[in-house]
């Protein structure tokens, strides 16, 4: 474990939010704002090496059924083709490639980063090269060179977003995209929730992000922030659903299996009435290189 700074200013100037124990890592850890410029991050960290048996195959399993993933990966294909239609296209955090896969169908030459050489080794095996498979800062891409940068839900988990957001601004032709989507630590679920919410997602996120500082820093490094959308069929409702049914996902009886389906669709409802209110679970943040 390491002690932190703010990635984003440098400085070591906090104010405590709350404490959490994860029973994942057996750890207490502090959830801290930073005083200086607003970014929220997880205190202490995990050291660099000890990521890896918290990346393990099952977590980037799924119990969803293969055409609800092929309707999220659509869903975030869509989102891309609104400002670009084609081009070349990297993916951080590529996991096993199911948008990349679903990108190069579109027509897109396709790239991903991936930390996890196991869980990429069938999309090695179509794109070979394409996928560089270690941390980002080190993947061997020219200058200017893609037209859009995608981080679905990946920038929470970097050790210094910072340095992977300025790579990707060298990476990224001019004019062009970069979508970042992220857990929203300003959103109605994690006021209430506190440190219980299930975005936190000890003790992989390190950090915590908010629209308003989120896209500051990105203007800051040059780009122009075009849009941001609040709402995701995919993570808000679970966000919602997962941090009122920790204690309930286990039980089998007939009570409980009422009571989790009462609050799956009620979540859904809520999930969609905090986007409305641009306070939704997670945002995504479209903006363009200048």
Not at 113 to 141: D, H, Y
Not at 224 to 252: M, P, Q
Request: proline letters at 3%.
């Amino acid at each position: 474990m390491e002690d932190s700074r703010c990635d984003f200013c440098g400085q070591a100037n906090t104010r405590l939010l709350y404490k959490k124990f994860d029973n994942i890592s057996k750890t207490n850890y502090n959830i801290l704002r930073c005083k200086n410029c607003g970014l929220v991050y997880t205190n202490p960290r995990l050291d660099p090496e000890e990521f890896v048996k918290f990346y393990s195959p099952a977590y980037y399993g799924s119990n969803k059924d293969s055409k609800t993933r092929e309707k999220y990966q659509l869903d975030k294909i869509k989102k891309v083709e609104r400002f670009k239609k084609s081009g070349k296209i990297l993916d951080i955090g590529c996991g096993s490639g199911d948008f990349l896969l679903l990108a190069i169908e579109k027509g897109w030459e396709a790239y991903g980063i991936e930390i996890s050489k196991e869980v990429t080794e069938n999309l090695r095996k179509i794109l070979g090269s394409n996928i560089f498979v270690g941390k980002s800062e080190n993947a061997p891409f020219q200058e200017e060179y893609f037209d859009v940068i995608t981080l679905w839900h990946v920038l929470e988990h970097l050790v210094s977003p910072l340095n992977v957001i300025r790579k990707i601004r060298w990476w990224l032709k001019k004019n062009s995209l970069l979508i970042v989507a992220v857990p929203n630590f300003n959103s109605l679920q994690s006021r209430l929730f506190k440190e219980k919410w299930f975005h936190l997602d000890m003790p992989r996120h390190l950090y915590h992000f908010t629209p308003s500082v989120l896209g500051r820093k990105l203007e800051e490094e040059g780009f122009k922030v075009k849009r941001i959308n609040f709402f995701s069929w995919e993570h808000n409702w679970a966000g919602i659903y997962s941090s009122i049914c920790r204690d309930l996902l286990n039980k089998t009886d007939l009570f409980s299996k009422v009571l989790r389906r009462n609050i799956y669709y009620s979540s859904k409802i809520l999930a969609w009435l905090e986007s409305a209110l641009k306070k939704g679970g997670t945002f995504e943040i479209y903006a363009q290189k200048g």
